[in-house]
């Protein structure tokens, strides 16, 4: 049944991308494939849409003190304890809407020195805001939930409005949310990099099939060139996870209880301890566990992104949601990023490519080396040198890999599981 639901819903977005014009390359021959056919997208991985939002009639605000509710599409300003005026959703790692964090990743900016030129620009950009991945297991944390109050149980205090909720999120593909990450990320770096733009060319801008990945990488090239923007560019998708070599090594999957579960299980233990034991005596006859309050913590991101609104975010402290954030480089670092094993190694295919780029040449690693797709980085269709601007949409664990392998150890920092690292306690304690 789910998955009967789930094949329909490929079905109707392969029809709806097929109306779409264009698609077909000028550069294709007969001997050559089409390396940028788009759609219809056969490898658009699992595309669940969840419910539609209603944000009008579930937004609880105003909390308070202003009347006039702000007409942004996410309500972020639920009142947090000890949050003073400051945004929760600035600590959701992955998960947070995109933001441009004020410390500017804690480099300085300067003004080019007179003389100086941008000759090429290579953008390497996360996919927008998404409905949780298969592998999470919310929306049977969810059944769990409705079965529960279907059966008797009775939530109480903050817990209450469990007694009638249900899990209303999709799987995996873009919340509307996403695609105006992106539409803005292509219009901001239009007005950065515009002039790089050779209209008299098309660019090979870089992808991968799944849903999520291809709808982001089509939105950027909206905000950036217009709607018209198949005139300007074509979409090389591979099969995900295939584009830049994130998952190529082949041992990576043996370190993961060392370098993830175990340490992101200890600090999710510790730092929830307190708000479980809490959760836990308004849960009625429910037995709620750490993993419950981590899935109620994940929820408040996830249902805002989707729906605009979310009940559980309330449940957590400014000091939690501090917490939440460092189990987010937590799990980053140990996935791909200095405390995994294979972090660089996951992050050397682009590094290579770009290395190749800007030295002018095709891929010249021997094969097998790097997770690279030599068939297409040794053809200077799919692998063009001639190119300003190289634009390349990818996931997070990979940007993470890619930061990695070009050694950048400012985000090497220890991580230690006894309480958080001193430079999120500082960021806790900014005004
Ligand atoms: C740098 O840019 C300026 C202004 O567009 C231009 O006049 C100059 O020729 C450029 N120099 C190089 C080396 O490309
Ligand atoms: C919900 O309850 C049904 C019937 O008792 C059970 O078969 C099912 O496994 C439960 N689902 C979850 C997610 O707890
Ligand atoms: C939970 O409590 C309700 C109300 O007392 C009861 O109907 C239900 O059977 C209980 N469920 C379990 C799993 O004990
Ligand atoms: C390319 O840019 C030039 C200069 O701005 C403009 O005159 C021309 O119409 C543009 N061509 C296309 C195909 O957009
Ligand atoms: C390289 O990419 C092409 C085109 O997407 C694909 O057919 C081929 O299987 C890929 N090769 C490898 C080794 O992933
Ligand atoms: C690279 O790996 C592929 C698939 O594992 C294999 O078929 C191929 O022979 C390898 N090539 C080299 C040069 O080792």
């Known amino acids: 049944m789910a998955m009967d639901k789930i094949k329909s819903l490929m079905l109707s977005v392969a029809v709806a991308t097929a109306l779409e014009a264009g698609a077909i390359s000028p550069r294709a021959t007969p001997t050559q494939p089409d390396w940028f056919q788009t759609s219809p997208d056969l490898y658009a991985g699992t595309v669940a849409t969840g419910a539609a939002p209603f944000l009008a009639e579930i937004n609880p605000a105003p909390f308070g003190e202003a009347t006039y509710v702000h007409n942004a599409p996410l309500e972020t300003s639920e009142p947090i304890k000890g949050a003073h005026g400051r945004n929760i959703f600035h600590l959701m790692g992955d998960l947070s809407p995109y933001f441009s964090p004020e410390e500017g990743f804690c480099v300085d900016e300067y003004p080019l020195p007179r003389g100086a030129n ?28 409705v079965n529960a109050t279907a059966k008797g149980t009775v939530f109480q205090g903050e817990l209450e409005f469990l007694n009638d909720w249900s899990y209303k999120l999709g799987k995996e593909i873009l919340v509307p949310k996403g695609r105006q990450e992106l539409f803005d990320s292509g219009i901001l770096n239009f007005y950065n990099y515009g002039h790089l733009w050779d209209n008299s060319s098309k660019i090979v801008v870089r992808t991968t099939l799944q849903s999520r990945m291809l709808e982001s990488c089509e939105n950027f090239l909206a905000g950036f060139f217009g709607l018209n923007w198949r005139n300007h560019a074509n979409i090389l998708a591979t099969i995900d996870p295939a584009t830049t070599g994130e998952f190529s090594c082949t041992k990576e999957g043996e370190t993961i209880a060392d370098t993830i579960e175990i340490p992101v299980g200890t600090w999710m233990a510790t730092y929830l301890k307190e708000r479980t034991a809490e959760l836990k005596r308004l849960a009625g006859n429910y037995t709620w566990t750490v993993t419950d309050t981590y899935h109620a913590q994940s929820l408040c991101s996830y249902e805002t992104i989707s729906l605009g609104y979310s009940d559980f975010c309330r449940l957590f402290t400014y ?55 030599m068939t297409l980085d040794t053809n200077p269709v799919t692998f063009p040198l001639d190119q300003k601007l190289y634009l390349e949409f990818t996931h997070d664990a990979n940007i993470v890999s890619v930061l990695t392998a070009f050694g950048l150890t400012q985000f090497a920092d220890p991580l230690p599981l006894r309480s958080c690292a001193f430079y999120m306690c500082s960021y806790s304690n900014e005004s």
């Open 118 to 145: 941008i000759t090429q620009m290579h953008l390497l950009q996360r996919h927008g805001a998404r409905y949780p991945s298969s592998s999470e297991g919310l929306d049977s944390w969810g059944a769990g939930i």
């Open 319 to 373: 000091e939690d949601w501090v917490n939440y954030a460092y189990l987010m480089d937590i799990e980053f670092a140990g996935y791909s990023g200095f405390h995994s094993p294979t972090g660089r190694a996951q992050g050397s295919a682009w590094v290579e490519e770009f290395l190749a780029r800007i030295e002018g040449h095709l891929l010249d690693v021997p094969a097998n080396t790097t997770g690279a797709n």
